[in-house]
């Protein structure tokens, strides 16, 4: 029983922690944008998928193939910024999320006509998993995977918090009109914050592809539970966007792992936890006081 | 050939239906319904599962779908309609989400991924309607006249103008004292029951259900049609989804491989809903002009 | 505008593009579907076969490697005189992607466009009894050569089924478990039809205790599951799927996990040396036996084989599925031959029914009331290359 429980545990670190990195850069841009970015999902499959074409059809090994992946995402980041949402960004927040929609279903056909609907793997590569003290099993990249993601989460913060440039971006998020007056730009602001949830979107996607194997629609169910996961914690707030990904992660895999709820049931989860919640706190957990302003 | 004008037809009157019926609740009350296929989807399965197990057949099916599928959308709406914005869109997401969920693994009910075969094709008075022939096409063709008629009441009548005042401008609406929840949920509720319908026609057309009905890449369509037509305008949306059925097509004949037609076909979607939304916020119907809310 | 040309561009490009990182698991790619020409000129109007099988999907590799095998052996029979004196075969295939509702398209498309009144297939049960209540209420002859579900038997009067039955896998799975002392198996079964008939017959003739769990086609993630498994401590697993795509995901997180005990598996895994390439150290090391045809090697399985060489310059996959559908369409060519007009389908029906000690590539066989040849399993055993039989 200890080695399920600690085996679960650990799963649902791996899974929290690359929820994280998908949800940050989620209520980024809502804080930033004010829309929720539908398409951010299959930011994190092209992270995937990129890395597919980078390490296993051009040949390049591992860290050149994620640096070209994570490079190649933010582009990509930065030209839907530029094409897709700058072009509505003073209009009704309804425009941006509809046109968010449209882009990640395009996202998704395009995947699909590309590489094939079946399911394919990044790498033939055996992962020999460790023990740890005996009680459970780890892969390399899931232990590479939580300490990025938790190294990208520092940094990140202590970017928000302690550089100049990040002060500015949260100063954008908490009131645009205030922020322009003071000289700041918006449009950096939104480019930095596309690039940058981009960025963190790929490594998502990277890892994701050698924990689960990719397929043209893996984009859909990372977007739907990083949604859950940031209205959780209610959407703008980065440690709401934190805290949302570990309870999922978690909750997914305990509620399954222990049997309380049947596996078929596991991607249910994060909505039934979400929608019990809303009913009690309609703006999440750290809801944020001025969310009416934000309609 | 014929045949497959047909099968056009009908999938395009089935599709009407449920586009107006959406049109109803997020384009004339605005509220921004992600989950709407879930209603779609309970109307399919309790005509499929009235049929198979039942014996029920297609006319009654249509009624019973259709009260079912309302009377799931009332608690749908007590859930769901406190919440705002993007609260409301991704908690109905999820909501759509979680009734896929319970179509797969439901097996008792639904038979899961296997699947309910073996439904009939509708018999009214004995007579028999095999699909995509003629007059299966005239009887599809006349449900969704009538259908289209009752929305069209609907939407030009005194609650009508009501929907598109609390969509305008809902804190306006409840202080002239009009009960905003009250006209909302019934919005919920109607436009939910049509949408059984639709889904009853489907099931009764193709003969087989499984949980890919719940697809939630089909709300991309729905949204298509009713932002393509102009949210609210009942012409428009009739129009745009005729249009867009037929476009949808294209890829067909520009010989894309059968197993490639899906991803196409919403290649196809997502280009025009985002065209629309960047040049004709207000539909393609109209020209461009200050987007209200 | 600029968003318009964008978008466009990228819908050619991707049109236009064949799909150059497409490939499915095992590493084929779809492949033309073309019968050549027959050497010899035959005056009469083709006789219209109709075909579904998954040529895309997770079961493709299988489904298109049947339809070579088909085409193959259309052109050997047209080669020698077609059917009814002097008319070719034409065989018209459908994709039924291993999935009930698509087959019930496929199936409609081949009934009222094509006017086909005979069709063989599907491969997958779902595809079979997608396709079933159609051709039994428009009297079309179904002829499946590898579906196991059990219901198959009473899908129809116009239903037939020459293959072994998914209740004759669970069973020998349950012997073969019972013989080695097995007290606690876990059952892991895909929700789809044919592995739930195995799991049927797997519960009513084991006598230890099974510790049921079940997943969703398409599953991508089976961690939280083995971690279960694992939990239970089990003295045997045994893999129950529908599609060989679910095998190699499976497999791949189940190495990762270190499970160490014997493994089961049905018989969809058997005859596709490169579902094993990446774990066969694995499956050799926890002793993996599963459920296979039998079929005695013949001559006219041989020839068989040669002609698939020739015709398409590689051996064979799933050869074992090959010697069923080749006794298939030698029926129905008999069939047609002795009821003189492919259109009288009751009259096949009835031939078929009647169909006492064939001798064919698959060995010889009756089919009886429910419509089955009555086929059998072996229990086979991974070498690190293939499974083979168990020598006992």
Request: glycine share 10%; charged share 15%; with cysteine.
């Amino acid at each position: 029983m200890n080695e399920l429980i600690a085996q679960l545990l650990w799963n649902g670190l791996v899974a929290g922690s690359l929820l994280a990195l998908v949800s940050l850069g989620l209520t980024l841009i809502y804080g930033v944008a004010g829309f929720v970015q539908f398409a951010h999902g299959e930011l994190v499959a092209l992270g995937a998928y990129s890395m597919l074409v980078f390490h296993k059809f051009l040949g390049f090994s591992f860290i050149p193939a994620g640096m070209a992946a994570i490079i190649l995402v933010i582009i990509f980041g930065l030209i839907f910024e530029r094409f897709f949402f700058r072009p509505v960004r003073d209009k009704n927040p309804m425009i941006p999320l509809v046109i968010s929609i449209g882009l990640s279903i395009g996202l998704q056909a395009v995947l699909q006509m590309v590489f094939g609907p079946q399911i394919q793997t990044i790498s033939n590569i055996r992962f020999e998993s460790l023990s740890v003290g005996g009680l459970f099993l780890v892969t390399p990249s899931q232990i590479i995977a939580v300490c990025a993601s938790f190294l990208l989460t520092g940094l990140l913060i202590f970017f928000l918090h302690k550089t100049r440039r990040g002060r500015s971006l949260r100063a954008v998020s908490d009131n645009r009109n205030l922020a322009q007056i003071f000289g700041m730009n918006p449009d950096v602001a939104m480019r930095w914050i596309f690039g940058l949830s981009a960025g963190l979107a790929a490594v998502a996607g990277i890892f994701l592809g050698f924990e689960q194997n990719l397929e043209p629609l893996m984009g859909v169910q990372i977007s739907v539970t990083a949604f859950a996961a940031v209205i959780l914690g209610s959407l703008g707030s980065v440690r709401g966007a934190i805290l949302g990904a570990f309870v999922i992660g978690f909750s997914q895999n305990l509620l399954v792992g222990l049997g309380v709820v049947p596996s078929g049931f596991s991607v249910a989860i994060p909505f039934v936890v979400l929608i019990i919640m809303l009913l009690f706190l309609p703006s999440g957990i750290f809801g944020k006081k001025f969310e009416l302003l934000r309609k | 050939m014929i045949e497959y004008i047909y099968s056009l037809i009908t999938i395009a009157l089935i599709w009407t239906i449920l586009a107006q019926s959406y049109n109803l609740s997020f384009g004339l009350a605005g509220l921004f319904n992600l989950g709407h296929i879930i209603f779609y989807g309970i109307g399919a399965y309790a005509a499929a599962i009235l049929n198979t197990r039942y014996g029920i057949g297609f006319g009654p099916n249509l009624l019973i779908s259709a009260a079912i599928a309302g009377a799931s959308a009332s608690i749908f709406g007590l859930l769901t309609l406190r919440l705002r914005g993007h609260y409301l869109a991704i908690a109905t997401l999820g909501a759509a989400m979680i009734a896929q969920v319970v179509a797969l693994n439901w097996m008792s009910l639904t038979r899961g991924p296997l699947g309910i075969r073996g439904i009939e094709e509708p018999t009214l008075f004995g007579i028999p309607f095999i699909g995509d022939t003629f007059t299966h096409v005239l009887l599809y063709g006349a449900i969704t006249a009538f259908v289209l008629f009752l929305l069209w009441k609907l939407f030009h009548s005194p609650w009508g103008r009501l929907l598109r005042a609390i969509r305008d401008d809902e804190t306006a609406a409840q202080a002239v004292g009009k009960n905003v929840f009250t006209a909302k949920l019934w919005a919920l509720i109607l436009s939910a029951a049509f949408a059984g319908v639709a889904g009853a026609m489907y099931t009764h057309y193709r003969l087989f259900l499984d949980p890919s009905v719940f697809s939630l890449q089909e709300i991309i369509l729905l949204i298509l049609l009713v932002v393509i037509g102009g949210r609210g305008k009942y012409w428009g949306v009739i129009a745009g989804a005729v249009l867009i059925i037929v476009l949808g097509e294209v890829p067909r004949f520009l010989s894309f491989p059968e197993t490639m037609l899906g991803a196409a076909r919403n290649l196809t979607y997502a280009a025009l809903l985002m065209g629309t939304m960047f040049w004709r916020p207000n539909g393609i119907f109209s020209p461009k002009g200050v987007t209200k809310n | 505008m600029k968003n318009t040309y964008i978008l466009l561009s990228a819908l050619l490009i991707c049109g236009c593009a064949t799909t150059p990182f497409s490939t499915d698991i095992s590493g084929s790619t779809s492949s033309p579907v073309v019968v050549s020409p027959p050497p010899i000129i035959l005056e009469g109007d083709p006789v219209k076969i109709g075909a579904i099988l998954p040529l895309s999907g997770g079961m493709a590799t299988m489904g298109i490697e049947l339809q070579k095998s088909l085409i193959a052996e259309v052109e050997f029979a047209n080669e020698r005189g077609g059917v009814l004196g002097d008319r070719p075969i034409e065989i018209i295939f459908e994709d039924g992607q291993c999935n009930a509702g698509i087959a019930t398209e496929a199936a409609q498309k081949l009934i009222r466009v094509e006017k086909v009144s005979i069709i063989l297939g599907g491969l997958c049960s779902p595809e079979t009894l997608g396709a079933a209540p159609l051709a039994e209420k428009n009297k079309v002859v179904l002829l499946t050569s590898v579906s196991g579900a059990a219901s198959i038997s009473y899908a129809g009067d116009f239903v037939f089924r020459n293959a072994p039955e998914g209740n004759t896998n669970g069973k020998i799975m349950a012997e073969y478990a019972d013989k080695e002392e097995f007290e606690k198996v876990v059952l892991l079964s895909e929700i789809s039809d044919f592995p739930m008939s195995v799991a049927d017959a797997f519960h009513s003739e084991f006598s230890g205790e099974i510790i049921e769990e079940k997943f969703a086609p398409g599953v991508t993630d089976f961690k939280t599951i083995i971690a279960k498994v694992k939990e239970v401590e089990g003295d045997a697993l045994f893999f129950n799927p529908q599609q060989n795509q679910s095998f190699v995901l499976f497999m791949k997180q189940l190495r990762e996990a270190q499970w160490e005990g014997p493994l089961m598996f049905n018989n969809t895994v058997v005859g596709n040396p490169a579902l094993y390439k990446d774990i066969s150290e694995f499956m050799v090391s926890n002793t993996s036996v599963a459920g296979s045809y039998d079929v005695v090697s013949n001559k006219m399985q041989e020839d068989l084989l040669e002609r698939f060489e020739d015709r398409w310059d590689r051996e064979a996959l799933f050869q074992h599925l090959l010697a069923n559908q080749h006794d298939s369409l030698a029926l129905i060519i008999q069939a047609i031959d002795t009821v003189k007009d492919e259109t009288d389908t009751e009259g096949i029906r009835d031939y078929l029914y009647a169909v006492r000690d064939f001798t064919g590539a698959s060995g010889t066989f009756s089919i009886d009331v429910d419509g089955d040849a009555g086929k059998s399993y072996e229990l086979v055993r991974f070498d690190g290359k293939a499974f083979a039989p168990l020598k006992k």
